[in-house]
């Protein structure tokens, strides 16, 4: 028996890769079809082979975390890439992304791209939304499409770990991988003006080898609902609210009419940001307004 990661997922067949960084072409036994179990991209398996194109996946290991879009498991970093313009910047979007990812208990990491667009004006905000985000503890890098400014202090971040880049369609996120390492040649889809957002390119999921690190070449999240996020959970999901539940009078407090609550008083002062808390209750109330699950 052979152990290895599936690093692609293709019409029906796993291609996995061992440690010496050789790929076998698998498929998947049929008691996972019987016990309703995808093997996916991320994967540790253990499996039997013939020859290098007639493998069989015999065994899945414990996942850490999985993805339903993309299909992917184990992942330890989630990058969300966000463009300060065209299409502008969306906080709201953004911490939506952050929540999710947390959710999940992924590593997030923000790249503001497309800041040579910017104006004088534009470029501060920026900035301020930087510090904003690096003070709640985001490790968050402004990057300029054009002439590369940024990308050669990026390499660090892929490092051992396996890598999903995130963000809403247009931003950049095939544009960086590209830039990160050209003989990759992704396809980029071109915005559309008349749509105001940019076209899916990606066709399956692959893990490519990246600084060390293996980096899915699939957009993450491309549903965006809290389907699965309890009510009780999200303040978890903001860690400048996580790192106050102890200090709320109440146990469970939901932070927003109970007396004595940490996280408002932090909001008060300006320790948390107004936004941050803006965001927070409108995706409280969109959890609480949704349809039970049967």
Known sequence: MEEGRIIKALSGFYYVKTEDG????????GVFRN????PLVGDLVTFEYEDPNEGYIMEI?????????????NITQAIIVTSAKAPDFNE???????VLIESRDIQPVIFITKMDLTSAAEKEKMES???LYENIGYRTELLSMKDGQGFNALEHYFKDHITVIAGQSGVGKSTILNMLDDSLDLKTGEISESLGRGRHTTRHVELLEMYNGLVADTPGFSSLEFDTLEANELSYCFPEFRERLGDCKFRGCMHLKEPK?????AVSTG????SRYGNYVRFLEEIM?????Y
């Open 271 to 274: 320790e948390i940001a107004a």
């Open 22 to 29: 050789s790929i076998y072409q698998c498929r998947g036994r």
């Open 289 to 293: 307004l949704r349809k039970p699950r």
């Open 261 to 265: 609550c940490a996280v408002k008083a």
């Open 35 to 38: 016990q309703n179990i995808t």
């Open 129 to 131: 939304y930087r510090k």
């Open 61 to 73: 290991k414990p996942r850490s975390n999985e993805l339903v879009r993309p299909p992917i498991a």
């Open 92 to 98: 709201t979007l953004l911490d939506r992304f952050l």
